[in-house]
């Protein structure tokens, strides 16, 4: 893994806490505390978290994608390579072997 995606796994993980501590906080304690348009604004401020969360984990899976793609291209070139370097490493057939048999 590398740094830009511990950053963003990091960020959703943030997102996600942040979003999770607001429903728990806004049903829980603030629930009674707060007026109808201090909750609404609140449970924007709450839903926006969840959204960047979400947000985050599809930008991390669109980039994991496009990684593991990026990796099997690799190993099927290398794979391609090996195989040409080693037929051309091989001998040819032997044309009186073959009419023997």
């Not at 830009?4 to 603030?30: D, K």
């Not at 080693?86 to 001998?91: F, G, I, S, V």
Request: glycine share 2%.
């Amino acid at each position: 893994m590398n740094q830009f995606m511990n950053r963003r796994r990091l960020f959703a993980a943030l997102f996600l806490i942040v979003a999770a501590l607001m429903l728990i906080v806004g049903e829980t304690l603030l629930k009674q505390r707060l007026s109808p348009y201090s909750m609404l604004i609140y449970w924007a401020g709450c839903f926006l978290a969840t959204i960047a969360a979400v947000l985050c984990a599809f930008l991390d899976l669109g980039h994991s994608f496009r990684d593991s793609h990026s990796e099997q291209r690799k190993l099927l070139q290398e794979t391609v390579l090996k195989i040409k370097s080693e037929r051309d490493c091989r001998p040819p057939p032997d044309s009186d072997t073959r009419k023997s048999r």
